[in-house]
């Protein structure tokens, strides 16, 4: 939600840039591409099970360098998109005639054609210089796409017409006090209702300047669910403020619940009725502390951490509350195990493999043991990076550009091959490969053997050999 160096309080978007975009179609559509009835998607952010995992059944020569595709101009924004069989789904903002609109694609996965576009007003700018484009992912569903934008618009648009069913402004409908970078939260899908981390207040904190919020107050409205056929309120919950955190959920005693990571405590919630069952603070104490990574779930454990003081927590959770099994030590950063900042961690048979650290150079790639919280190892690079499992690797990208496959190996750290993808290249076709620039803030997404990475003003999609 899915957080930088140049800012103190630091960009925290993983999490889905505004001028016309156009795509560069490549590709001849082979065996090997993705198809309508593959099974195959990323319909959100993290994946299909939010825990950055390729949605494929391929295997790969990490040897050999990827063929590039197709490449897509995109507007203001941090996220990258999410998958339907062969649609891609891209999110971002542009500036036209009268005035800045955020803006929906639906391209085919295989030609990068657009096959259309939406766009809406919006009225958004950010208090530190950052881009004004939506910071979120689409969510999608077999009917539907549902946005949640950076000045917090939930849209849902009808896959096959394009057309919007319902919309609500909930920084109006709720009182939403403006964070310091917006909205960067993705909405969260359970049966059917739409679920977005809103963060209320009451009416009276309206004047209050944007981004103090220690003088604002929660109105009970952290999480709001929405029906999602008409759009109308059907519960809200949790005195809190928004993160830019995503909610998921997680399976407790046989039930689905949802948890969400929002601006003070980790809360868990009953989604049928809106309940919440427990909450957990967990939050630096000082103004510009700022949440952004996804719970990492494992059975009845989950993983949270933040990188401004108090590092993470492993928590033993049931249906009446969390306790910890570990917890690093406060104001410690050199006995900490991981400091997450926008990148959420990746969980790979009891280790966990991620980005610890603000702001280069305080951040490392390291991996930590699940249970323990031992710190196995750690990359000396000092840059920031998010990572996609695929199978036994990941693909780690850091925010300049580097793609690594990395081995997911607790005993070292195991390059399996390096790309520079922010260099202008050819790949083995002989086919001139454009780059993607700082700030590359997205984990990539792999579905079949299609890989996207996304940098600034471009995202670019390769077919992995």
């Not at 049928?272 to 630096?284: D, M, N, T």
């Not at 520079?420 to 590359?440: A, G, H, K, M």
Request: with cysteine.
């Amino acid at each position: 939600m899915a957080f930088v160096a140049r800012c103190q309080v630091g960009i925290l978007f993983l999490i889905a840039f505004g001028i016309a975009g156009f795509a560069i179609p490549l590709a001849v559509v082979g065996e090997d591409a993705v198809t309508p009835g593959s099974g195959l998607r990323w319909p959100r952010l993290l994946g299909e099970d939010f825990d950055g995992n390729a949605a494929t059944k391929q295997t790969f020569d990490w040897s050999e360098k990827p063929r590039f595709v197709w490449s897509l101009e995109v507007g203001e924004g941090y996220g990258l998109g999410s998958v339907w069989g062969d649609e891609y789904f891209q999110f971002d903002a542009e500036s036209t005639e009268s005035g800045p609109q955020e803006r929906l694609r639906c391209l085919d996965l295989n030609t990068g054609k657009v096959k259309w576009q939406d766009a809406r007003p919006l009225q958004y700018r950010d208090m530190y210089g950052y881009e004004s484009g939506p910071r979120s992912t689409p969510t999608l569903d077999s009917q539907s796409v549902f946005t949640f934008g950076v000045a917090g618009e939930l849209v849902c648009r009808d896959r096959s017409t394009h057309q919007v069913r319902w919309a609500v402004d909930t920084n109006k409908k709720y009182v939403v006090v403006q964070n310091f970078f917006g909205v960067g939260s993705s909405p969260l899908l359970v049966d059917d209702l739409v679920i977005v981390m809103v963060g209320g207040s009451p009416a009276e904190d309206a004047s209050i300047a944007p981004g103090r919020l220690d003088r604002v107050s929660p109105n009970g409205s952290v999480l709001v669910a929405f029906d999602k056929v008409t759009g109308k309120e059907r519960w809200k919950c949790g005195d809190d403020l928004a993160s830019y955190s995503s909610p998921r959920t997680m399976q407790i005693d046989g039930q689905t619940r949802v948890l969400v990571y929002a601006r003070d405590n980790l809360w868990c919630v009953d989604p049928k009725f809106g309940k919440v069952l427990w909450k957990y603070s967990h939050r630096a104490d000082i103004l510009e502390s700022a949440i952004a990574m996804t719970p990492v779930v494992d059975a009845n454990q989950v993983f949270i951490s933040e990188c401004y003081q108090i590092g993470s927590v492993l928590l033993n959770v049931s249906a009446q509350k969390a306790e910890a099994v570990w917890k690093d030590p406060p104001f410690d950063r050199r006995s900490q195990a991981m400091r997450s900042h926008w990148a959420t961690p990746v969980l790979i048979d009891g280790f966990l493999y991620g980005c610890s650290g603000r702001n280069a150079p305080d951040s490392d790639f390291r991996c930590i043991q699940w249970d323990t919280g031992e710190v196995k190892w750690s990359d000396s690079r000092r840059t920031r990076a998010s990572a996609t499992r695929v199978g036994d690797v990941m693909l780690v990208l850091e925010e300049r550009g580097t793609l690594q496959v990395v081995k997911a190996n607790p005993e070292k750290f195991e390059l399996l091959s390096e790309w520079r993808l922010d260099q202008t290249d050819t790949d083995q076709d002989n086919v001139e490969v454009p780059p993607i620039r700082y700030p590359c803030w997205s984990a990539p997404i792999v579905v079949g053997n299609r890989m996207l990475v996304r940098g600034d003003e471009r995202v670019v999609c390769f077919e992995l050999r």
